[in-house]
């Protein structure tokens, strides 16, 4: 009898140790996290979705915000980490970045009235910025991505204004009987450069953002216009007609050292720098209607971008160098396009009965 006891007790302690195992995972944590990025801007909307298999449940989390669920959402843009922690002491770490969409800004007279709008990339979300009784041309981002520059002849001429990136706090900073168009910010955000006839001719200025301290730093009886400071605050190009041109000059951001990047026939004009500062996209009608072109920063190299037998305008880099968004007259109106710096990814944004134009690019991404 003792002996059938033992046999009994022997195959439960078997039985049970072989539950046990199977109880328990003795595959290691694998962590996967799905990402909802954010949908429009100035909305904390974004989500992070986390998968665990492998160890032992249950689970305990823990994200770099403080949060201590397996998901977490209303979420800013940035890097999210995650430490997870099974019930055998076993950790393992993971991280995921949520990303604010792709957004422009950019003028249209679609009320009838030159006005400014919002909107993302793949022409979601749109939100009309103004509604004034002027006229708004010229919009572009502030380089942290608060503040819109723009000229309106609200007050009767063109002077240039900045707002928030809502619309909101329109000021006025110049004041001045002639025209002013083109705002430029400095890559540091403290200044913008833009130009003005108010001297007889087109000729280039600097200004404090809040409108003081302005500096005249072209003076020729030639037409200088449309300033783009480069990445590194260190110079600006522009257009002239210093050589006949118009054509794309580049100058240190004083105003002093001058020389052409652009010498061929036809007009060559509104150049605008790659984020890396190694390349300038511009527009010309050296061949024809007006097509975008590329070339170096030192005007070397120059190649056609578009072949779109269109007029093609106000070219704007992507903050990451990777496209290149532009206005495009192709049905009759003009719309916004964009395409990738080696000619691939043509496509329309916008599609509208009436005119886009002044796209630029919100700065951060």
């Not at 076993?90 to 030159?114: H, M, Q, W, Y």
């Not at 050292?257 to 009608?285: C, H, K, Y």
Request: hydrophobic share 30%.
């Amino acid at each position: 009898m003792k002996q059938c006891i033992v046999l009994f007790l022997f195959m439960l302690s078997i039985f049970q140790g072989c539950k046990n195992s199977n109880d328990s995972n003795t595959d290691s944590l694998t962590l996967t996290i799905t990402v909802s990025n954010i949908t429009q801007l100035g909305e904390t909307n974004g989500s992070l979705d986390l998968t665990v298999s492998g160890g032992t449940a249950p689970y305990e989390y823990l994200w770099s915000n403080g949060e201590t669920s397996e998901d977490i959402d209303s979420l800013a843009a940035g890097v999210y980490s995650v430490t997870v922690t099974d019930d055998d002491g076993e950790t393992k770490s993971d991280s995921a970045e949520v990303l604010l969409p792709e957004v422009i800004v950019f003028c249209s007279d679609r009320t009838g009235n030159n006005e400014i709008y919002l909107m993302n990339l793949d022409g979601s979300n749109l939100i009309q910025l103004t509604n004034n009784t002027g006229e708004e041309w010229s919009c572009v981002w502030s380089p942290d991505g608060s503040k819109i520059a723009y000229a309106s002849n609200l007050e009767g001429n063109y002077d240039i204004y900045i707002m928030n990136a809502d619309g909101s706090n329109q000021q006025r900073l110049t004041d001045n009987t002639a025209d002013d168009h083109g705002p430029s910010w400095s890559p540091d955000g403290s200044r913008i450069a833009f130009w003005s006839d108010r001297d007889g001719d087109r000729e280039i200025y600097i200004m404090e953002i809040d409108g003081s301290g302005l500096q005249k730093i072209t003076s020729n009886a030639i037409m200088d216009t449309s300033p783009k400071w480069s990445p590194d605050g260190s110079k600006i190009t522009f257009y002239s007609d210093q050589y006949g041109g118009p054509d794309v000059l580049v100058m240190d951001a004083d105003g002093t050292n001058r020389q052409a990047l652009t010498s061929s026939a036809g007009r060559n004009f509104l150049p605008d720098w790659s984020p890396d500062g190694m390349q300038i996209v511009f527009e010309s009608d050296r061949h024809g209607p007006l097509e975008l072109y590329l070339m170096n920063s030192d005007g070397s190299n120059q190649e056609r971008l578009t072949f779109m037998n269109g007029d093609n305008h106000e070219p704007d880099w992507s903050p990451d160098g990777t496209k290149i968004v532009f206005v495009s007259f192709q049905n009759g109106n003009f719309d916004i396009s964009v395409i990738n710096p080696d000619g691939t990814g043509l496509r329309n944004i916008t599609s509208h009965s009436a005119n886009d134009f002044s796209p630029s690019w919100y700065p951060i991404q």
